[in-house]
């Protein structure tokens, strides 16, 4: 009688899914991404300085030697798990643009996938928006560019809003980026003040945030 095979091990839920679930799934197929799993999950539990290698590893069942293959230090870790749960937001946020018709509802389809994945994922969004302000400098210079992506999002849907005849003039890149640092900031108080309870009611105010940058009037220089 041919044996069984093992139930596949239930994936935890601390990075991002949704759309871009294959793309996680290859990520926790290996132990360093086991390391950033359970990195995010002892993250939201007791937050960034509570948390130990030795809790990491006991989490992700690998050894402190593997650890240290993969990882040089606490930091490194949650930088790296950082920057894999944002990279699938991202893709997240631009995918749903991209299904979207019309620059003025691919704008708020972004809004909403962003708040919606975060919504969904407690412990990513706990772990990622609020504890990385108390990580240290690499960890703030890793959330800039971040911002930056999502800026560089936000000029693209400007871009194309213009191609489509939109009655918009030229803005800045600065003005995209304070764009997006007002959208991630509005998440970050709601998050630290309410939890991820009504996170989605934030769309329509980021739209309208976004929608008065596009529109702006800017003097030259």
Known sequence: MASRAPAPTPVPRSLPRGRHAAAREVVLASQRGRLLEAMAQCVAEQGYAA?????????????????????????????????VGNEILLAQVLAAGEEAHGWRARLRAGADAFLEVLAA????????????????????????????????????????????????????????????????????EHLRTHGVEGLT?????????????????????
Do not use: M, N
């Open 121 to 188: 994922e407690p412990e990513f969004a706990r772990s990622f928006l609020i504890e990385v302000l108390s990580v240290g400098e690499d960890a703030l210079a890793h959330r800039a560019e971040i911002v930056g992506q999502f800026a560089d999002a936000l000029a693209q849907t400007h871009a194309q809003a213009l191609a489509e005849g939109a009655a918009l003039g030229a803005v800045p890149q600065w003005a995209f980026r304070a764009a997006a640092g007002a959208a991630w900031e509005l998440t970050v």
């Open 201 to 221: 009611a934030l769309a329509p105010q980021i739209e309208q945030v976004q929608l008065a940058i596009l529109r702006g009037d800017y003097a030259s220089g």
């Open 51 to 83: 948390t130990t290698v030795a809790q990491v590893i006991r989490r992700a069942g690998v050894s402190r030697k593997t650890f240290y293959e993969h990882f040089a230090d606490k930091r490194a870790c949650f930088l790296a798990a950082w920057e």
